[in-house]
């Protein structure tokens, strides 16, 4: 692990963010001694004016079959549930407002933004005459909010968040932000990321008599709040944020303050900004700092805690901390698009992916495809840097909802032809390259070259802008146990075979870490060497197969027996760096 250092050194290599400005006069807060690290403060110039996956049925022929299991209980029930494109799902979205009149509202165009994030249930907390009012549900933002709701959320400080589960069932009491009350007054919390000691933290609890609401791992952090003896109430997110081990994105409600905070590690992305009337604002990703006609002003750095009130804006260093280890799947798949994550254009991450693509696994062809919407900006990179013409051969329907009506009639690969159309003016007779962002299971893959190939295309390259993924997450994102993972049971050849693609190449992961420089060893690649920065060393893991769960009721079995003991300490690889 890299040399602990606190935050001011930590700070000075980036570039210095420029201060919000409040208009109250600058207060400090008072942090007792501790026999941890002592936080060291920064102080800001005042001037203030989705849907569940289910069991999939795969073909005899599939050699990893045994891996997934049917849920047919009706025979006679023709719907399905559609496996949204067989990708990794990031768990969630956060937002935080302060100072602005219309808080509520702008969280929620703010959620807006970030729904890519989080498909399941979305929620808002305000404050009103000191008392936290929230408003959740299951469902995408413009189904959860209306303008009658949004009515009852007045107040200029808000938080809300976009979720789809990593721990915990999809049920609506896990839907955040969570609100709790304890004897210092009410908090509320909305948190990016998956704790890995969770369950010996709750194990703990639960022993000294805290009674738990939901199988969420966040409400351990409210627990460790609560009990702890520090002062004031920053202190005591200190205090919670120290015993808790793995990633957090997240942002704290009280009657007064906001609170961001951000894991030492730094693997979820958390930023800055502030609209033209002061109000400052928190959020997973820059977009929704657009939307809402905030400016980027900066990230919250690794292992900080920023708090925003009546008094001005204060900074503090949360712990001693390693070397940053940020999520590289955010470049790679989960930001959108137009976002600045960790400082570099989303955008321009992913056009370089194509073009390292198209300089070390070229081949010839007539025209390049994306499977969209997430492999568009590569295959622009790719076929600029080859030479050959990019085309729209796949349409993606965006009206598809989560269940559908089959005919009697079964319709071979039915879910990846309700979201996908083949163009046939563009692959019949061509040979094709198909740019998508990464594949993990492969099931998905393996319909779209048949789907490209049943157009009349006479060769299909696939070219994937990710290495290969051998290893489950662990830091708040969805992905299948190991074992589904087809990277790790198979060479690309024998993918390439499986998914009946003429010819198949994977961005390797050294041109990867070659393109970010200096910045390479910032970045967690677990999920493609199986290294861990973090020991998930008691981290339940999705059962083979995964669970169905209808994303409000759920049960027992989803909560506690829809998982399965992670590897023993042993068997794990754990980097050290």
Not at 185 to 212: D, P, Q, T, W
Not at 352 to 369: H, K, Q
Not at 430 to 440: A, F, G, L, N, T
Request: glycine share 8%; with cysteine.
């Amino acid at each position: 692990m890299a040399a602990a250092t606190n935050l001011s050194s930590f700070s000075s290599s980036l570039s210095k963010p420029t201060p919000l400005p409040l208009n109250s006069p600058q207060t400090h807060l008072s942090v007792p001694s501790k026999t941890l690290q002592k936080p060291s403060f920064f102080s800001h110039k005042p001037s203030f004016s989705h849907t569940h996956k289910t069991s999939l049925t795969v073909s005899s022929k599939n050699p990893i079959s045994e891996f997934f299991t049917t849920n047919n209980t009706n025979p006679d029930d023709h719907s399905v549930t559609f496996d949204d494109d067989d990708k990794p799902r990031e768990e969630c979205g956060v937002v935080g407002i302060y100072g602005d009149p219309e808080a509520s509202r702008l969280c929620y165009l703010a959620l807006h933004a970030l729904q890519h994030r989080g498909q399941e249930g979305a929620g808002i907390v305000t404050v009103q005459n000191d008392v936290l009012q929230s408003v959740t549900g299951v469902g995408l933002v413009s189904e959860v909010f209306s303008e009658s709701k949004l009515d009852q959320l007045p107040g200029d400080l808000s938080i809300g968040h976009v979720r789809y589960s990593t721990a915990g069932a999809s049920m609506l009491k896990n839907v955040q932000p969570f609100v709790a009350g304890y004897r210092f007054g009410s908090v509320g919390v909305a948190h990016n990321g998956n704790l890995v000691n969770y369950r010996s933290l709750r194990a703990k609890l639960e022993e000294n008599g805290s009674i738990f609401n939901t199988s969420s791992d966040t409400e351990v952090v409210l627990h460790l709040i609560a009990i702890s003896k520090d002062r004031p109430f920053v202190m005591r997110i200190v205090d919670a944020c120290q015993q808790v081990e793995g990633a957090y994105s997240m942002v704290f409600l009280t009657k007064d303050k906001l609170v961001a905070v951000r894991d030492p590690f730094g693997f979820r992305p958390l930023v800055m900004g502030r609209r033209s009337n002061g109000a400052v604002v928190f959020a997973s990703e820059t977009c929704a700092l657009d939307l809402i006609e905030a400016t980027y002003e900066r990230e919250v750095f690794p292992g900080e805690v920023v708090v925003v009130d009546k008094t001005g804006i204060q900074s503090l260093c949360l712990m001693p901390h390693p070397q940053p280890k940020q999520c590289i799947f955010e470049h790679i798949y989960f930001a959108l698009p137009n976002s600045v994550i960790f400082g570099r254009s989303v955008y321009e991450s992913r056009r370089r992916f194509g073009e390292i693509l198209a300089t070390e696994s070229p081949v010839d062809c007539d025209v390049v495809i994306a499977v969209p919407d997430s492999g568009v900006v590569a295959a622009l990179g790719y076929a600029a840097k080859a030479g050959v013409p990019f085309q729209q051969g796949l349409i993606r329907s965006h009206y598809v909802g989560r269940t559908f009506i089959e005919p009697s009639q079964k319709i071979r690969d039915f879910g990846v032809k309700l979201k996908l159309s083949p163009v046939r003016a563009v692959l019949e007779g061509k040979r094709v390259v198909v740019v998508d962002d990464s594949i993990v299971r492969g099931t998905t893959s393996s319909k779209i070259v048949r789907l490209i190939k049943e157009a009349g295309a006479k060769e299909v390259h696939m070219r994937i802008a990710s290495p290969p993924i051998i290893g489950s997450c662990y830091y708040g994102v969805d992905t299948p146990s190991s074992e589904e993972l087809i990277s790790n049971r198979m060479s690309t050849e024998q993918i390439r075979e499986f998914i009946g693609s003429d010819s198949l190449s994977f961005l390797p992961i050294d041109s990867l870490q070659k393109l970010l420089a200096e910045d390479a060893p910032n970045y967690c690649y677990a999920c493609f060497s199986g290294k861990y920065p973090v020991e998930p060393r008691e981290l339940k893991v999705k059962r083979v197969g995964d669970f169905v769960d209808d994303g409000i009721n759920g049960s027992l079995e989803s909560i506690d027996g829809g998982w399965v003991q992670a590897k023993p300490k042993s068997e794990l690889e754990v980097s050290t760096a």
